[in-house]
């Protein structure tokens, strides 16, 4: 956009005559657009514009499905309740080792009831993986997953880059234990 400077001097004549106390005064310049489109969809071609315009136009399909994504106040503190459950497992974890051990044994002892794929989340395990895991050689965490969601997760020893995450039911029934023992 192209703008016209026209420089505007200030009138100094109700001001004191002594000039060591007048401030200094600069002229101002005035910025006055040439034309009055400042749109930048006024600058492309229309075929262009209507183009742009129907990729954001959602169908209602696609409205409807974001709304769905929509958190309620309800599923906001049920979500917070939850990290803060997770927050004090996993501080308790580390500064209480009886608790981990404790939690551990429970897990073993689900894993030995239920099954292994009950009790995890992923049901497609190396061999030598559901091995460890059985016999009860790994150690308990709490990690994000791929959505950048913390869970409680069973890590191999000696494979920290397995970590294996921990059933939603499973979750919550350890993280409801805790919440009544607290």
């Keep these: 956009m192209q703008h016209q400077d026209v420089v505007k001097e200030t009138d100094d004549t109700d001001e004191a005559e002594d000039s060591s106390l007048r401030p200094l005064r600069f ?99 190396s061999d030598s993986l559901a091995q460890a895991l059985e016999k009860g050689d790994f150690t308990i965490s709490v990690a994000p997953d791929s959505r950048h969601v913390d869970q409680i997760v069973l890590v191999p020893e000696g494979k920290v880059a397995e970590a294996v995450p921990v059933s939603q039911k499973f979750s919550e029934q350890y993280l409801g234990q805790l919440k009544k023992a607290a």
């Design 27 to 125: 002229p101002r310049v005035l910025r006055y657009p040439v034309c009055m489109s400042d749109s930048w969809l006024d600058r492309i071609p229309s075929v262009e514009r209507q183009r742009i315009r129907e990729k954001l136009h959602l169908s209602e399909a696609e409205y409807a499905r974001l709304r769905e994504d929509v958190k309620g106040p309800e599923d906001l503190r049920r979500e917070m309740e939850r990290n803060e459950l997770l927050a004090e497992l996993k501080l308790g974890m580390e500064l209480e080792p009886k608790l981990a051990e404790a939690l551990r044994a429970q897990v073993q002892e689900d894993i030995r009831l239920s099954g292994l794929p009950s009790v995890l989340q992923s049901p497609h395990l």
